[in-house]
Every structure is written in C-alpha cells, then in structure tokens.
C-alpha cells in the first residue's frame, strides 16, 4: 500500500480530513482534479485586469465549529458583521425597509416603522429565541458522533413545541403560527432555501433541515465573513494538512475506484493525460455520493440532486444609492434581500417547479468589502471600489438545461431588474469595467457548478441536507460517514452532518479513522 489513506477531492473538508489524519501519522494523499485546492470555498480574480480576489462560490462561514478550527490550529479571522439584513420594500405608497441589526433598538425601530405597531418585533424576538435553542442543543451535538431521533428529541423535553414545530412539521408551519407580517416571515423562510429547492410547506421537511443548518452555526447561527476571502478559509486547511504531512496533488483527475480484498485502488489521471493508480486500506471521498458511485462503476443513488441556485459576482466602482434612503454602507453590510417577501417565495417556487423561470427572481446580496476590503488592491481600495456577491433562489438546473449561457443571461438580467427597482440609480453606472471594457458580473446557473465542481445538479451541498441524528438502529454512535463501500468512507458535503463550510464531514471522517468516540 502506498498510503494509508487516499482522498478524492482537495475540497475544504478533504483537506480538513488530511489535516486531522496527518496529525495522527497517518500517510495520507489528496487528489484534487482542479489546478487548486478548496472546490467551492475558494478565492479568484474572475475579472480581467480587475485585482479583486472574490469568494467565488461560498461567502460566509457560520458552521465552522471553534473547537476546530482550535483543534487544527487555524490562523482565521472570521468577522461578525454589525447589520444582519436590509430588505427593501414599497409599502404604503413609499420606498421604505427591513433592517435587521446587531443592535436590538435599532431592529425594534425598523419593524415598528415598517408595520406600524411593536408586534412585528415582540414576534420576531420571540421566534428567534426558540431557535436559538436550536443553536445551543443541537450544535454540540455535530462534534460527537450521531444520537439517535429518540435522543435528540429528549434534548428539547422541556420547551416540545420547539422540537415539534421544527422536526415534525414542515418550517411554513411555524413561521405562519408565529409571525404575522409577510416581509419578515420571507426574511425567516430564505435561511430554509439557500441552496435547497422547496416550498415552506413541504412535507419532506428539506427547508427544516436547511433552516437549521442556517441558524446553528457553532452554537449562534451568526454568518461571518471570512477575512481575505473564502480562499483564506481553505488556504489554512490547505496549510495545516500540509504542515501535517499530507501529499496534495492537484491536477489529479481521479477516474475510477476499485475495491480490493486489503483495501481500494484509485486510479487518476495527470494533467498530461497519464495514468496513475494509488492504493490504501482506506479512501476518503470528498466528491458528492453520486460522484463516487459513477467512480465505483454504480448507478448514482436517487433521488438525482437538484441544484437551484443563480451566483453573481460584482465589482461596482462604488455602492448604489437607494431610493429608501438607507445608507448603502449600512444596507449591503448584511444579506439584503429582494423579493423575498413570504408570497414572493412562493410564487416563485411555483413557477419553478411547472418550469417557468421565476417572473420576479427572489434573490439576496452582500458587500464583502464594507467588513473587509483585505481582498481589493491598494489601488482599488483607495479608489473606493466594492464587491457585491449576488445569491439567486428558485433556479433549478432543469430551467437551464435548453441553453446555459442564453437563459443564465435572460435570467440575471431579470434578477437585475428586481435589484434595480430599489435602486435610485441604474446598476450599470456604478459596475466598474474590465481591461475589455466588459462590466464585472459573472453569473453561474447550477449547470456550471456541475460542469466546475463536479456539483451533481449543480447542488450546492452534494445532495439534500439530511438530519443531524443517525436515521437506522446502525447509525446511531457512527459518525455519519459510511457508504455501501467498506473500504470507502465519506468525507464530503454529502456526509450526514456535511452541509456549508465546516470542515465537520472531514473530522467526522478522521475521527472515524482514528476510533475516536
Ligand atoms: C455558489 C455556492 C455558494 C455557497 N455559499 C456558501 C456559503 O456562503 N457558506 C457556506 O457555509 N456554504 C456555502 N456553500 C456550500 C459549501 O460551499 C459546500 O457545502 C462546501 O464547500 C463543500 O465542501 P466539500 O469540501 O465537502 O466539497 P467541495 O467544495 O465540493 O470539494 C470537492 C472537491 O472534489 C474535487 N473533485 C470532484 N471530482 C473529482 C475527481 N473525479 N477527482 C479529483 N477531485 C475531484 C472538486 O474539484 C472539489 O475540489 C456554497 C456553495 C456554492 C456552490
């Protein structure tokens, strides 16, 4: 055997693996297909001539436990940002908005502004303090190995309608019982749809599961913006495993994997076209389940995932005005939402599903470089530039599938529309230019993703999020990442606790590696 571990895809979380099982003497190699480490939570300069590096993909960090990032020695700065959403919106003839702030007065303010009376925020309060217990039991709960339902259930035994609301009933449920206003329930349901293609009242509880990974990240569900980018994310991970001992190659496609009576072979191809096999009692897969299983020579498991999301990045030579008045500087520091109102969401996943694209596109922004302009140059800093980071929902892969390139720009062009009619000015005025003369937007339907990352479906998180407890009488006290392979073991977004930026699938491997309890 050359190694005692092979793992397919240099992703955060196959380097987070590399780094945990380096740690522990284990030789291991990584073989990421791409010319760079990091898969989704990278950093690029996407705009010619223009020296911005932006988070091309994943922007913000909220489930990287801290007890990792201690564990693995990370030199990180992940900022807390003061505003957490600004959502715009025409209401009694005025253009007026939602702010939701760091500061409680401040978001009391805004929703007694909005609504005219202080219920708004005395419900708002009062639905966020039961998810919040979300965040404080179940959280702990992902650095350990899978409880039981029965288990996690017993966690909630004193408050039982906050277990039942969000475990046993579909998320519009609970949002339609606890908040009156259509805006602020749209601003509670997004965290359910990121990345995830469903309605509030589904019965596959798919937007309960998304909700919660939105709300629980390390105990708060706070978002922070990683400074430098999301490349410095996986840039440390890509450090601590090398520091580790771990072999990365990059450029190593791997085409097959076969399972041997000691172990598995896996067979990569260079960058020149050659051929080279690696063995290991062990492989870790950091590709998506229906990855692996084409790896294997298997039908892909079912159902086929479902990416449904638009990403737009921008450079903008400074931020737009707006025609509430906010301060842009205050609007576009959190998640500004557009049409994002309850109903909006809903119509929009209605026209989704019968195969319309959404007339009025639900979409959300947000301007990394008001919490951190690390990531422009000096020269660009000084001149004020600013990036705007564009995260579409309700755009399922099957819409683009006709013509990517035509319907992605038919489709940005319509979310743009929506942008702009909260907008003083055009949008255009402010995007800045590359050494082309082309505006710096660059927009990725889930079919680039799939055809970029490998994302099956374009789905942001390998597959549907599933539930942080195991599922069968096996699961329970394993960590989460087995497959129907013995020799090869999970340790991607598509393991039970993978979703988002956490590095958690890749310690859920190690540690099951390592016999760890
Ligand atoms: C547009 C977008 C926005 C997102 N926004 C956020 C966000 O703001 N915050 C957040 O927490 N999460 C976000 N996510 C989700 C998050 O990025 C992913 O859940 C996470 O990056 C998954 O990490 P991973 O290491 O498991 O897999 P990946 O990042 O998918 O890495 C898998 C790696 O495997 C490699 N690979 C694939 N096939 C092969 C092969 N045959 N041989 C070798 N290597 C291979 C890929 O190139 C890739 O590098 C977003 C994702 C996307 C796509």
Same mark, same amino acid.
């Given at each position: ?64 436990? *801290?007890?990792?990032? !201690? ?21 009694? $003839? ?127 569900? !706070? ?22 001992? +771990? ?8 085409? +097959? ?32 389940? +229906? ?26 030579? *400074? ?30 996943? @209605? ?20 919490? !951190? ?24 892969? %099957? ?6 390139? $035509? ?40 079919? !680039? ?27 329970? $006290? ?16 598509? %393991? @039970? ?7 958690? +699938? ?8 390592? $016999?760890? *309890?």
């Amino acid at each position: 055997m050359s190694h005692d571990v092979v793992i397919v895809g240099g992703g955060h979380n196959g380097l987070a693996a590399a780094a945990y099982l380096g740690r522990a003497g284990r030789r291991v190699l990584v073989l990421e297909r791409l010319d760079e480490t990091g898969g989704a939570a990278v950093s690029e300069r996407p705009f010619a001539g223009v020296d911005v590096r932006v988070s091309r993909y994943a922007y913000l960090v909220s489930m990287m436990p *801290r007890e990792l990032i !201690d564990e693995l020695g990370l030199d990180l700065d992940l900022r807390s940002r003061t505003v957490s959403s600004y959502t715009p919106t025409h209401r009694d $003839g005025r253009d007026t908005g939602l702010l939701a702030s760091s500061h409680a007065a401040t978001t009391a303010l805004s929703m007694r502004s909005l609504t005219g009376t202080d219920r708004a925020w005395a419900q708002w309060q009062a639905f966020y303090a039961d998810a919040q217990q979300l965040a404080t039991r179940l959280a702990p709960t992902l650095l350990g190995t899978l409880p039981s339902k029965d288990e996690a259930r017993a966690l909630f035994s004193d408050i039982p309608h906050v277990w039942d609301a969000f475990a046993e009933r579909p998320l519009g449920e609970w949002i339609e019982s606890a908040i009156d206003d259509d805006l602020l329930r749209g601003v509670v349901l997004t965290d359910g749809l990121i990345g995830t293609f469903a309605a509030a009242g589904d019965a596959s509880l798919q937007q309960n599961r998304c909700f919660l990974y939105h709300v629980i990240g390390d105990g708060t569900g !706070d978002w922070k913006v990683p400074a430098g980018g999301m490349g410095a994310v996986s840039g440390a991970l890509d450090q601590a495993a090398r520091k580790a001992g +771990a072999e990365i190659l990059t450029g190593a496609d791997v085409i +097959a994997i076969r399972e041997t009576t000691d172990g598995a072979e896996v067979t990569w191809r260079d960058a020149t076209g050659d051929e080279h096999v690696a063995s290991a009692p062990t492989v870790l897969a950091n590709v998506a389940p +229906a990855v692996l299983a084409r790896l294997m020579g298997d039908e892909p498991p079912l159902p086929k995932p479902v990416g449904s999301q638009l990403k737009v990045n921008m450079v903008l030579t *400074r931020l737009p005005k707006l025609k509430s008045g906010r301060d842009p500087k205050e609007a576009f520091a959190g998640t500004f939402h557009v049409d994002e109102g309850y109903a909006e969401l809903e119509t929009a996943f @209605r026209e989704a599903k019968s195969g319309r694209l959404p007339s009025k596109p639900p979409s959300e922004l947000y301007c990394h470089t008001l919490t !951190d302009p690390s990531i422009l140059s000096a020269e660009l800093r000084t001149k004020g530039y600013q990036t705007l980071t564009l995260f579409g929902l309700h755009t399922p892969d %099957a819409l683009f599938a006709a013509d990517p390139k $035509g319907i992605t720009a038919e489709y940005l062009a319509r979310t743009i529309a929506g942008f702009e009619a909260h907008l003083a000015e055009p949008l255009l005025d402010v995007i800045a230019l590359d050494q082309d003369g082309q505006p710096c937007i660059e927009a990725k339907c889930p079919l !680039d993703l799939e055809e970029h990352l490998g994302l099956p479906g374009g789905n942001i998180f390998h597959r549907d999020l599933q539930w942080p407890w195991a599922e069968s009488a096996e699961e329970v $006290g394993t960590w989460g990442v087995a497959t129907q392979y013995d020799r090869v073991l999970l340790c991607g977004s598509g %393991a @039970r606790r993978g979703g988002a930026v956490s590095g958690i +699938a890749g310690r859920s491997a190690a540690m099951h590696l390592l $016999g760890r *309890r």
